[in-house]
RNA sequence: GCCGGGGUGUUGGAAUAGGUAGACAAUGGGGACUUAAAAUCCCCUGGGCUUUUGGCCCGUGCGGGUUCGAGUCCCGCCCCCGGCACCA
């Protein structure tokens, strides 16, 4: 860039030989200069090193930590800036504020660089994370980098597989073979909350499906509490809580059990009891164990073999996409239906799903759009056992069937019932004869954490051949992951080709035993960090109890929505099942919660493919880390997206230079000439009482977390400060406008810290800025003395009035009425009066004058 | 389809408890200062009408309603964004 276009219009100075600056040297705001000497100054005095402090209350505020892939991002920037202002208003407001900040650091990214550059995957982790540690430096965010965490540090995955062990003991982890989601590119399978239509939530791969012998957390024994205790949660946002709730999937129903071939029990998962005596057929998922019973040795066997073998062979692409047809085969069984007696014939589907309820379901097709879709198909019988209100239900009218409530009919002893009640009284009637029962099913599954992958906590798990699974001693935790092995694009993780780490001693007998190869899912890692940061440097426990009762929970969580279910569900069962083992004071983790959005340019996410990827080095390096940071909070709301706008940033740009002026000039501030008029109405009075509006309305808008509407108060009050700054000197009070320069400078602060503590010590004042504290408001300064009332006519705006503060309603609708406009709208007296219907007065602001037609 | 969020000037957004719609910015325009530019400062910037130093009408996705008064509450739609989706 050339010079002399960045020297005034870009901000630094560098080079700059006319204009205001030279003029007065103090007008010289130079950004790298301040916020150099400020994160020096905070550096070396340790300023944001917390320890627990009984006397004073306590906020532990944090940001999701982030994967060190290299580079911050924007978005990183804008969600730690959040996080800083909040944490920099709490401790000014006296709070003893935990505000840390760490890496997410195992995970394949680190794999792959070592599979396409030959990087060591520590190395290039390491080296990832020194750097982005340094550009957070550079924004100046407060975290107390003392009690930084590293989750692939062996003092930290020493934790991980503590809690592995935990979780194992108290019979939340087991081993199965079951069909899993297998992604093609990572080379390792996934818990259900990571596969997203179908793919992997971090390379867009199709995921197949593929039977593997797997580790899981038993999160279903917590699904009921995790779906209650979203009530619980005020401070989240209503949308992450409905995910979750939807995620957990609750359903109330019965399970029926239909009776098969040899007495055979094939009991059915419904939500529709009172749809009992409209069952029609039975259909089976293709994996159920009973269908190849019922086909072995039947004409039916080779047609029903062929048919599985074609709906396995789908990916799960095919099975969810939108042109999926439902199929079925008859296996040639009946079934007898314990309630009505019917016999009905049992069908294999392709739409089934084995894993979730029994994995077999009635078929009502006069009541369930998909089953009468199905049943139209193939011919299958249909019986209307509900009616609607007009009992106007006729087979042979029906091209659709009917879901919704109504009376129960041809329903036997049920007959009459209301089918939301008649529900309650099916249920009863299985439970009293045994032939089935009430049940909950949730469609959340449990937490696969087995990952085929080299870059993770290893899982602490031995295999002997004498003992079988035995769980590693605690004692002999880290199982510590060898560094420096060979990884590889295909095949077996380097850990299982790895002898030295394979072989071991089985802790029982003693005699030779294997390793578990696999290691743990990184949200494993994440599941349980925000507890090793009350107390980061513990070498003998993940956490003391006596740092965690101080500062969990975390009272403000601040990350992407993009976590709402994975992370945040994950986070909520670790945080309950520790809660269940005694250890941590409470069962939710998070009492607040802020999902921040995105930072957008033209309306699209930034992508290097799109080539709209804004660098914070880049704009740091520009306009300081305080422009950034003050134009992120005024641009949007914290949980909207951001647009980002060049322009934007040079009007904060503007703001910040336009302060320095107005606090580091004298009295005379701006040294007024001819041209520089101050405007109307401004005056000491007004002065003072913008001050303490803004100290009042900066105040709550930090508490409501509506920053962008904080930042923008401060605006106001610096325009007003300029203005004043234009009066007369001897129309000025330095008194005043000292006061009005330092609530500024504190409001300004936690959104601009370098700028903010750079103008206090200007100012003189003894200590920093931060230690000053928050400023408090007047409430009589914040009052007006004189209002300008609003007159309207039947809700119309007619007229302004000003009037004294206070005033009684009698007065102001007084004053309304002799308003010169009003009087004419209403005309001459005496008449006037009596066209007058009635008078609302709001107090200080409105009169309403309601007039008859 | 179900669940959640949203729709306000040219743009980002504000209006927190039903009470002045458009704060604060950005953009654009006009002016001051300057040899000039930058920077800075002042004024204007939703639409239409008008008898134009004044005033009127319309306007917060659409259509109704409640109310003295609706961006805000209620009913019915439309559209956008996000999540889930054969879950029985």
Same mark, same amino acid.
């Given at each position: 860039?050339?010079k ?6 870009g ?5 700059c030989?006319s204009?205001?600056?030279?003029r007065?040297g103090?007008?010289?705001?130079? @950004?790298?200069?301040?916020? #150099?000497?400020?994160? =020096? %100054?905070?550096? /070396?005095?340790? $300023?944001?090193?917390v320890?627990e ?16 892939s290299g ?7 804008r969600n730690?800036?959040i996080?800083d202002v ?10 003893n504020v ?5 890496w997410?650091s195992?995970?394949? @990214?680190a794999?792959?660089? #070592?599979?396409?550059? =030959? %990087?060591?995957? /520590?190395?290039? $982790?390491?080296d ?10 550079m ?10 965490v590293?989750?692939a540090?062996p ?8 809690l592995?062990?935990?979780l ?9 073979t079951?069909?899993?989601?297998w992604?093609?590119k990572c080379?390792?399978v ?11 939530w971090?390379?867009?791969s ?9 580790w ?22 209503e949308?992450v809580?409905?995910?979750?709730a939807?995620w ?12 098969g071939?040899?007495?055979?029990k ?22 159920h ?7 072995q ?8 073999r062929?048919f ?23 296996t040639?069984?009946y ?23 029994t994995g077999?379901?009635?078929g ?30 006729r ?24 089918s ?20 909950i099913?949730y ?21 002997c051949p ?10 002999d ?15 077996p ?14 802790p ?13 899912d ?9 507890f ?8 003998d426990?993940?956490?003391a109890?006596?740092?965690v009762?101080?500062?969990?929970p ?24 520790l809660?269940?083992?005694?250890l941590v ?8 919660m802020?999902t921040?959005?995105m ?19 880049e704009?740091?390096g ?10 992120m909070?005024?641009?949007?709301p ?11 940033v ?7 230079r ?23 109405g ?25 920053l ?25 009070s330095?008194e005043?406008l ?9 409001l ?11 103008l206090?010590?200007r100012?003189?004042y003894?200590g ?8 408090e ?8 003395r ?18 004294e ?15 010169d ?5 209403l ?6 009066k ?5 008078v609302?007065v ?8 309601v007039?008859?037609?």
């Open positions: 860039m050339n002399h276009d960045s020297c005034c219009a901000g630094t100075g560098d080079g030989i204009g205001a600056a030279s007065n103090n007008y010289d705001y130079e @950004p790298k200069q301040v916020e #150099a000497k400020w994160q =020096g %100054i905070w550096r /070396d005095n340790e $300023t944001y090193v320890t402090d009984p006397l004073k209350p306590k906020y532990y505020l944090l940001e999701m930590f982030p994967y060190p580079e911050l991002h924007v978005g990183h920037v730690y800036t996080g909040i944490t920099r208003y709490k401790r000014a407001r006296g709070y935990l505000h840390p900040m760490g997410d195992f995970g394949l @990214p794999e792959n660089a #070592a599979i396409d550059r =030959g %990087i060591r995957p /520590d190395k290039w $982790t390491w990832n994370i020194a750097h982005m540690r340094e550009q957070l430096k924004i100046g965010f407060s975290y107390d980098w003392s009690r930084e590293t989750t540090f003092e930290y995955y020493k934790g991980t597989q503590w592995f062990l935990l194992y003991e108290r019979g939340l982890v087991y081993k199965k079951a069909p899993a989601n992604c093609p080379h390792t996934l818990a259900n909350e990571q596969v997203e239509q179908g793919k992997c971090r390379c867009d199709l995921v197949e499906r593929r039977s593997m012998d797997q899981f957390f038993k999160i279903t024994d917590y699904a009921e509490r995790l779906l209650a205790d979203l009530d619980k949660l005020d401070g989240w946002p949308h809580k409905a995910m979750q939807n957990i999937g609750k359903s109330e129903g019965a399970e029926i059990d239909f009776v071939p040899n007495d055979e094939i009991p059915v998962f419904t939500t529709r009891q009172d749809t009992i005596y409209g069952v029609t057929y039975l259909v089976l998922a293709p994996e164990p009973l269908v190849e019973k019922f086909i040795g039947t004409e039916y066997e080779a047609p029903v062929a599985i073998d074609k709906v396995s062979k789908m990916s799960e692409i095919d099975r969810t996409a939108e042109t999926f047809e439902k199929e079925g085969i008859f040639g069984v079934a007898t239906n314990p309630v009505s007696g019917d016999k009905v014939p049992v069908w294999v589907g392709n739409y089934v799903i084995y894993e979730y309820g077999a379901v009635m009502v097709p006069g009541h369930d759009e998909r089953d009468f879709h199905f049943a139209k198909k193939y011919g299958l019988p249909i019986k209307i056992v509900i009616q609607n209100e007009d009992q106007s239900l087979l042979e009218e029906m091209d659709t069937a009917y879901v919704d409530p109504g009376i129960m009919v041809a329903s036997g002893p049920f007959t009459g019932l209301d939301e009640a008649g529900r309650a009284q099916v249920t009863r009637f299985l439970e009293e004869n045994g032939t089935g029962r009430g049940k099913t469609k959340m599954r449990d937490w696969l954490i087995s990952r085929q992958r080299y870059w993770g906590a290893p899982i602490p798990m031995i295999y004498k003992c079988g699974t035995l769980p590693v001693p605690k004692e935790l880290p199982v510590v992951l060898p560094l420096g092995l060979q990884v590889a694009p295909e095949g993780s380097p850990l299982a080709r790895h002898e030295a780490f394979v072989n071991t001693t089985c029982v007998c003693g005699e030779a035993a294997k390793r578990e190869t696999d290691t743990m990184t949200f494993v890692c994440s599941s349980w960090y925000f090793r940061y009350a107390g980061p440097h513990n070498t426990e993940a956490f109890k006596a740092d009762d101080y500062w969990c975390v009272d403000l969580y601040i990350g992407g929505v993009e976590h709402a279910v994975m992370h945040l569900l994950y986070a909520r069962f670790i945080t309950k099942a809660y269940d083992a005694g004071p409470a069962d939710e983790p998070f009492t607040k802020l921040q959005g930072v957008v340019r033209d309306g699209a996410k930034m992508s290097k493919s799109k080539g709209n990827v804004v660098s914070p080095d704009i740091v520009k306009f300081g880390a305080d422009v950034v940071r003050v134009f909070m005024f641009a949007a914290p949980e909207r997206d951001l647009e980002w706008s060049d322009r934007g040079e009007g904060a740009n503007r703001f910040l336009r302060v320095w002026r107005q606090v580091t000039g004298g009295p005379d501030g701006e040294q007024p000439e001819v041209n520089d008029a101050p405007g109307e401004i005056s000491t009075e007004g002065l003072l009482r913008i001050t303490h509006q803004s100290i009042k309305k900066v105040t709550e808008d930090l508490e409501r977390l509506a962008n509407t904080a930042v923008s108060q401060l605006m106001e009050l610096s325009n007003y400060i300029g203005r004043y700054q234009r009066l007369p000197g001897t129309s000025q330095p005043a000292d006061e009005a320069k330092a609530a500024l400078v504190k300004l602060a936690p959104f601009a810290p370098h700028i903010a503590h750079e206090w010590e100012l003189g003894d920093t800025v931060e230690e000053a504290g928050w400023p408001y007047d409430p009589d300064m914040v009052a007006e004189t209002v300008t009332v609003v007159v309207q006519v039947n809700g119309k705006v007619r007229d302004r009035i000003q009037v503060a206070g005033s009684s309603d009698e007065e102001v609708t007084e004053k309304a009425l002799a308003s406009r009003i009087a004419k709208l005309g001459e007296a005496p008449e006037a009596d066209k007058i219907a009635k609302i709001v107090k200080d602001k409105l009169v309403n004058i007039i008859k037609r």
